[in-house]
């Protein structure tokens, strides 16, 4: 059974950091890309980063240099650093892999998903 289970949302103050992981079961890691998105209330589903295959990473221009995708493939797992958090942050976040292990920026693509895990910057 494919699964995806995010965790370590949570409340933090302007400027701070939190670090997301996504458990990736069920698959072989190699043969995805797996992005992190975020919905904010009213707002459509975004994609935040990517990381395909390759290794190749890509960012939205809103995070680039604050937030880090990184994947640990013997632990099946991929994270996002992020740091200088900002109200505009404040989102559910999911993680979704797409076979085929290229990065889409469109959400309809992608495979599987998690269930979430909510992010709350206060100002």
């Known amino acids: 059974e494919v699964q995806l289970v995010e965790s370590g949302g949570g409340l933090v103050q302007a400027g701070g950091s939190l670090r997301l992981s996504c458990a990736l079961s069920?698959?072989?890691?190699?043969?995805?890309?797996i992005s992190w998105f975020r919905q904010a209330p009213g707002k459509e589903r975004e994609v935040v980063s990517c990381i395909g295959s390759g290794d190749g990473i890509t960012y939205v221009d809103s995070v680039r240099g604050r937030f880090t995708i990184s994947s640990e493939n013997v632990k099946n797992r991929v994270s996002l650093e992020m740091n200088s958090l900002k109200p505009e942050d404040t989102a559910v976040y999911y993680c979704a892999a797409k076979w085929g292990g290229i990065c889409y920026s469109d959400p309809d693509p992608y495979d599987y998903w998690g269930q979430g895990t909510q992010v709350t910057v206060s100002s």
């Open positions: 069920g698959f072989t890691f190699n043969d995805y890309a």
